[in-house]
């Protein structure tokens, strides 16, 4: 069993629709959770970040943890084209110097 | 944050050849990352390379197939040795800060 598992998509929604995207992992150790955007040909960045258990948003954009599924999601409102990335979930029991990352999920956003 | 700068960020290479890559920061650091992202794959952490010290590799990668150097608290080298096809595949360097991890933007590697 893969420590964390994440749907690859593609997911392809018109603007302006409401986007989920979610992983499991299995470790029960992990505290900080994490989500990667990456357009094509660049590097990941960091869209979002939640300590714990809980909801974080912003403006679009919300993260959701749910450590007693050990579930993670990330919401975005209202979304745009430019929002056409792949998503990496991300995850670490502390430090940033051990994270595991999911195998990320395509999303395309058609205008 | 952090800028990242890779060379090459593409090359297509034949089989049984060695490929260096360069890692540039802009800034110095501790410790440096080198992942591997293959298609559908997760992230994979390689290596971790620390200044004055040997890199530490993660469970299923070794020295001999991808030596690491880390010259100075700036810059650091990946070199993939005696390549396959399964080698294909994208190459980054990371730095940690502030709980986050900075991406350069790969290299691609293509092996024939």
């Known amino acids: 069993q893969k420590e964390v598992e994440q749907d690859p998509g593609p997911l392809s929604v018109p603007e302006g629709a409401i986007v989920s995207l979610n992983c499991t992992y299995s470790?029960?150790?992990?505290?900080?959770f994490m989500w990667y955007r990456q357009y094509s040909r660049k590097g990941p960045e960091l869209l979002m970040y939640?300590?714990?258990?809980g909801n974080k948003e912003d403006g679009r954009f919300t993260a959701q943890v749910d450590k007693s599924s050990k579930y993670i999601s990330l919401f975005i409102r209202d979304s745009q084209p430019s929002d056409s990335a792949t998503y990496l979930c991300?995850?670490?029991?502390?430090?940033?110097?051990?994270?595991?990352f999911g195998a990320g999920t395509r999303l395309f956003v058609k205008a | 944050s952090a800028v990242i700068s890779q060379k090459p960020s593409r090359d297509i290479c034949q089989r049984g050849t060695s490929l260096t890559i360069q890692c540039q920061v802009d800034?110095?650091?501790?410790?440096m990352f080198w992942y591997r992202q293959q298609p559908g794959q997760s992230l994979t952490l390689i290596a971790t390379?620390?200044?004055?010290?040997?890199?530490?590799?993660e469970s299923g990668f070794v020295i001999d197939k991808f030596p690491i150097s880390r010259p100075n608290l700036t810059f650091s080298t990946l070199t993939v040795s005696n390549m396959s096809p399964e080698d294909s595949s994208i190459y980054l360097c990371?730095?940690?800060?502030?709980?986050?991890?900075?991406f350069g933007e790969g290299s691609r590697l293509t092996v024939l």
């Open positions: 470790n029960s150790a992990f505290q900080y």
């Open positions: 800034s110095q650091v501790t410790m």
């Open positions: 991300a995850m670490s029991d502390g430090g940033g110097f051990k994270t595991i």
């Open positions: 939640t300590y714990s258990s």
């Open positions: 390379a620390n200044q004055g010290s040997e890199a530490t590799y």
């Open positions: 990371s730095v940690s800060g502030s709980g986050e991890l900075f």
